[in-house]
Structure formats: C-alpha cells, structure tokens
C-alpha cells in the first residue's frame, strides 16, 4: 500500500435507522368496482435490537480500558460499539433537540463513594413495580420472549441521578457516528461504498471527569438505557420514590491518579541506561558487545541445527547502522561475526516483525495476494504464449505469415479465457 495515500475518517451527527425497535402493522386495500370487494389483509411484524445487554460482540472498546490505573483526571469515558446505528434504534422521548435525534441510550461515571451495587434478575420481576416500591421502574411493556431474560441493573439514587445525568438537551452532543476503516484504522476507500456496516462504529461519551486522588480514585463507567424514561427531567422530581431503576448495557471500572503520576511522572521515575543483560558475570570481550544492547539468544537454523547467535532490539536507543543490502527473506539479512563465529540476526528479525505487521493489515494482505494472482496469471499467459508458438506454426501454410498471426492471437486468446 502507498503510504503516501490520502485516508478517511468521517465523523456523523448521528446514524439514523428507517425502522426503530418496536411492532409494526402494514395494511394493503385495493379499490374494485367488483363485488363482493376484495379483503384487507394487515401484516404484523415486529423490529427488535439489543435492550437489555450489547453482549461482547457489541462492544468494540472503551477508554480508559477496563481495570487500568492512570492519570486520567481530564479524559471523559467513552465507549464505541460496533453498530454506527445503535444509539437510535429505540425512541427515548418524543422530545427533540433541534435537528438532532434523541439517542435511547448515556453514558453515567460514577465515583467511589457513588457506586451501588450491581445486581441482575429476569426482565419480569425487575420491572415489577410491587417488588421494589421505593424505586422508580420505567413502564417497559414485554414481549413474551423477553419476560424470562436476564437483565443487569444499578438502583441509584434519585438526587444523584438527576444531578449527573446528561440533560435530555444534552444526549445529542454526547453520541456521534463515524467511519474508520474496516480494520480499524483512517481507510483508503470510499465509507458510501462500503459493504454493509464494516469500518462504521457508533461512540457514546459520558458528561462528567473521573474522580482523582494521590492514592488512586476508583470509578466505575455505566452504559444505561433510558427507554420508558421520557422527560425523566420533568417527570422524576415529580416521582414520590427515592431511587431509580437504570438497566446496565454495559459497565467497566478503572482507578485514576492525580495528574502526577501520568505519563510524564512515569518517564521522570525511569532509571536511564541501555537496555543490556547484567554485565557482572561477563568477560573482558564481551562486555563491549552487551553494553551495546545484544544479547546472545539461543537460535534454530532451517536445518534443524541449533546455536548462539547476537540479537539486539530495534527499541535499543542507539543508532544502527542502515543496511545496505536489500533481501527477500530474513536469512538474507543476516550478520556474520568473525571474532566470534556467531551470526547477528537482528536485522532478520526487524525484518520479519515488520513483514508480519503489514500481513496483520487485512486490506495489506488482500494487495499481496491479488499481485500474486495477477503475476501467476502473466506466467501462464506466458507459458501458453510459448506452447502455441512451437506447435501451431509447423501447422500452417508456409508463407502465409498473416493467417497464422491470425490463428496464433485467436488461440491465445480463448487460452487466455479458460487460464
């Protein structure tokens, strides 16, 4: 690939879907003059999305990463899902904020002190009301596959909730749609063009910063649905219960430290030097070698035979000297030491990590194999090119140089179909 090539990313207010989550009836009349007239006869049929759990396939990543401690005092949690769609596949409110839909779905951050217990039941009795009357429960109307699936919920505080939820205003701005690529990266090809949803993601953001502290502040990051809400501004200061019910799509925990121990902290605590194996035990002429980052690691050749050579990482810092061979293979750049008849197989190894880099790329990897169709395909044009001209000419009428061109091109070319 020419990495020179300009790459796409687009970014979308949002992703909207022509049919939301819910049931649907289409009715077909037909007006006839004939009688008796004709019959309507009404479809039922019903969308369903996730409601109650994404799953992990749902999920594509979300930051900070799970069960991970840093500075991430200045960073608002987000999570990015695999369906550029999701967001909107259920209506929320009836309410609108200008131009822009109202996602079903936020992102809430709690901090340590805040966190409440994680609990899970069957979608019937968690949305029982008689169960848990001091708790404010969406009314969620259930199909009958759904009465019987296991649902994950948080029951939060009412004052809490109403205070760090995003406003209904505010969930507009806090989802986006976006195209990366099918493997994750800026891509090269047009998103229009793209086969069904490869390359698009959807992101929620949440609207409030982690909890820091010197010893580590745990926080805890909850993907909540909103469906049967509504205006949960308007309505829930109203609501005479305590708490409410918020169902968990998804849910991750980090542990953030105060600004100090980010990634600059960690640089200034570094102790400097060249990454070498401990140079106590080693000999007078060696200790050059491994103060210069090799080390001897044992190696297999091709052959099955086994021996000693030097290998030192390209992450050493210090400068290498450019190779001025060019290979095709690892074995190619090999090094060979005379003083200590061993072989340097760094080179062969940078090389090797780069070659399997690029294979990791599914679009590098589809260019390597579609040259190679192409050159075996030139190969036998080639072959075949050669068969017809040593066995066809002696057929022909001598002299008559324009029939067997003629003869000659045909052939090549329904050979060149069937190859």
């Not at 209506?91 to 217990?117: A, F, H, N, V, Y």
């Not at 210069?292 to 000693?308: A, D």
Request: charged fraction near 30%; glycine fraction near 8%.
């Amino acid at each position: 690939m020419d990495v020179t090539e300009e790459k796409t990313i687009v970014f979308t207010d949002d992703c909207q879907v022509p049919l939301q989550d819910g049931r649907y009836q289409v009715c077909m009349e037909q007006k006839t003059e004939l009688w008796p007239g004709l019959q309507s006869q009404p479809l039922n049929f019903r969308v369903e999305g996730p409601r109650f759990d994404l799953g992990e396939e749902g999920v594509h990543s979300c930051y900070p990463p799970d069960q991970t401690t840093g500075g991430y005092g200045s960073v608002l949690p987000h999570v990015v899902l695999n369906r550029r769609t999701l967001p909107w596949e259920r209506r929320e409110t009836d309410r609108e904020s200008g131009e822009r839909k109202i996602p079903w779905m936020c992102l809430l951050l709690l901090w340590e002190e805040e966190i409440p217990q994680l609990r899970q039941e069957e979608a019937e009795n968690a949305l029982n009301p008689e169960k848990a009357k001091e708790v404010y429960i969406p009314g969620l109307s259930l199909d009958q596959n759904e009465k019987s699936q296991i649902c994950r919920f948080i029951d939060l505080e009412k004052e809490l909730f109403l205070k760090i939820a995003p406003r209904i205003r505010e969930l507009p701005w806090l989802c986006h749609g976006g195209y990366a690529g099918k493997d994750g990266l800026a891509a090269v090809s047009d998103p229009e063009k793209e086969p069904e949803d490869k390359g698009w993601y959807s992101t929620v953001m949440a609207n409030r910063f982690p909890e820091s502290s010197e010893a580590g502040a745990k926080n805890h990051v909850y993907l909540v649905s909103l469906e049967g809400y509504g205006d949960y501004e308007e309505a829930l200061p109203k609501a005479a219960q305590s708490h409410v019910r918020l169902f968990v799509l998804h849910d991750w925990e980090f542990i953030s430290h105060k600004s100090q121990y980010g990634f600059g902290h960690r640089v200034q605590e570094l102790s400097v030097g060249y990454l070498t194996m401990p140079l106590e035990k080693a000999s007078e002429n060696l200790a050059p070698i491994l103060q210069n980052g090799y080390v001897p690691m044992e190696h297999r050749l091709r052959n099955g035979e086994r021996t000693v050579s030097f290998y030192r990482s390209c992450c050493v810092p210090k400068p290498w000297k450019q190779a001025e061979v060019e290979a095709d293979t690892a074995d190619g750049l090999y090094g060979y030491d005379p003083r200590w008849g061993v072989l340097d197989v760094s080179y062969g190894a940078a090389w090797q990590a780069g070659r399997l880099a690029a294979l990791n790329r599914k679009t590098v990897a589809e260019q390597i194999m579609e040259r190679r169709r192409k050159d075996l395909m030139e190969v036998r044009r080639r072959v075949h090119r050669q068969l017809l001209q040593e066995n066809v000419q002696g057929l022909l009428p001598d002299g008559n140089e324009t029939v067997g061109h003629s003869v000659l091109t045909l052939l090549e070319d329904i050979g060149g179909r069937l190859l």
